[in-house]
C-alpha cells in the first residue's frame, strides 16, 4: 500500500524502517474484540481502495496520501477496549491526562513514541518542516476518529436526507432501468 501509494520513493523511505515500524505498530495493540491489529489493517486497506478506485491518487498529495496511510494504521494503538466516556466516568489514569478525546489523544500520543523509537523513525529522511507537517496531518487525522465529536458536529437531518436520496435513487435504477 506505501509503494503502491509512492510515498515510500518520494520520502526516502528506507525499506527496512518501514517494515519495522509496521510492526511495532502491529506489536502494540492488544487483543481487544474490536479495536485490534485486524481493525486497523481493515481501516488502511480500506483508505488505500479509495485512494485507488476512488482515483484519489491523483488527488492527494503524497503527503496526505502517506499521512492518511500512517493514522489508519495508528488510529486506535494500544486501545483497551473501553470507551472515552468510561475512562472519564473511572477517572482513569488517561482520562487524568487528556481532558477531550482521551483514547484518541492516547493513541497519537503511543503513535509518536513508536516513531520515536530506535528504528522505527519513518521519517527520518523528511525535513525539519516536512516532518512537523506529517506530524501534525496524523494528529488532526487521528483526533478525527472521535465519533462522539463528530456526531456533535454533523447535521442529521442533512444527512438523512442525503442517505434517503441515494436510497430513492438507487431504488428508482433498480425498479426502473436504463
Same mark, same amino acid.
Given at each position: 500500500?506505501?509503494?503502491?501509494s509512492d510515498v515510500?520513493?518520494?520520502?526516502? %523511505?528506507? /525499506?527496512?524502517?518501514?517494515? +519495522?515500524?509496521?510492526?511495532?505498530? $502491529? &506489536?502494540?495493540? $492488544?487483543?481487544? !474484540? /474490536?479495536?485490534?491489529? +485486524?481493525?486497523?489493517?481493515?481501516?488502511?486497506?480500506?483508505?488505500?481502495?479509495?485512494? &485507488?478506485?476512488? &482515483?484519489?491518487?491523483? +488527488?492527494?498529495?503524497?503527503?496526505? $496520501?502517506?499521512?492518511?496511510?500512517?493514522? =489508519?494504521?495508528?488510529?486506535?494503538?494500544?486501545? $483497551?477496549?473501553?470507551?472515552?466516556?468510561?475512562?472519564?466516568?473511572?477517572?482513569?489514569?488517561?482520562?487524568?491526562?487528556?481532558?477531550?478525546?482521551? %483514547?484518541?489523544?492516547?493513541?497519537?500520543?503511543?503513535?509518536?513514541? !513508536?516513531?520515536?523509537?530506535?528504528?522505527?523513525? !519513518?521519517?527520518?529522511?523528511?525535513?525539519?518542516?516536512?516532518?512537523?507537517?506529517?506530524?501534525?496531518?496524523?494528529?488532526?487525522?487521528?483526533?478525527?476518529?472521535?465519533?462522539?465529536?463528530?456526531? &456533535?458536529?454533523?447535521?442529521?437531518?442533512? =444527512?438523512?436526507?442525503?442517505?434517503?436520496?441515494?436510497?430513492?435513487?438507487?431504488?428508482?435504477?433498480?425498479?426502473?432501468p436504463g
Open positions: 500500500m506505501f509503494r503502491d515510500i520513493d518520494h520520502f526516502h %523511505m528506507n /525499506y527496512r524502517t518501514l517494515t +519495522r515500524w509496521i510492526l511495532s505498530v $502491529r &506489536k502494540n495493540y $492488544r487483543k481487544v !474484540i /474490536y479495536h485490534n491489529w +485486524r481493525h486497523a489493517f481493515n481501516v488502511v486497506q480500506c483508505m488505500f481502495a479509495i485512494f &485507488k478506485e476512488g &482515483k484519489m491518487l491523483e +488527488r492527494l498529495s503524497a503527503m496526505e $496520501r502517506m499521512t492518511l496511510l500512517v493514522a =489508519c494504521l495508528c488510529h486506535d494503538l494500544d486501545h $483497551r477496549g473501553t470507551t472515552n466516556t468510561f475512562q472519564a466516568q473511572s477517572s482513569s489514569p488517561l482520562a487524568d491526562l487528556y481532558s477531550t478525546s482521551t %483514547m484518541e489523544h492516547h493513541h497519537f500520543d503511543h503513535s509518536i513514541m !513508536i516513531l520515536n523509537s530506535e528504528g522505527n523513525n !519513518i521519517f527520518e529522511n523528511m525535513d525539519s518542516s516536512e516532518y512537523a507537517e506529517a506530524i501534525s496531518m496524523i494528529e488532526t487525522d487521528i483526533l478525527a476518529t472521535d465519533l462522539a465529536l463528530y456526531f &456533535k458536529s454533523v447535521d442529521h437531518d442533512f =444527512c438523512y436526507l442525503v442517505v434517503l436520496r441515494l436510497c430513492v435513487q438507487e431504488a428508482h435504477e433498480v425498479l426502473l
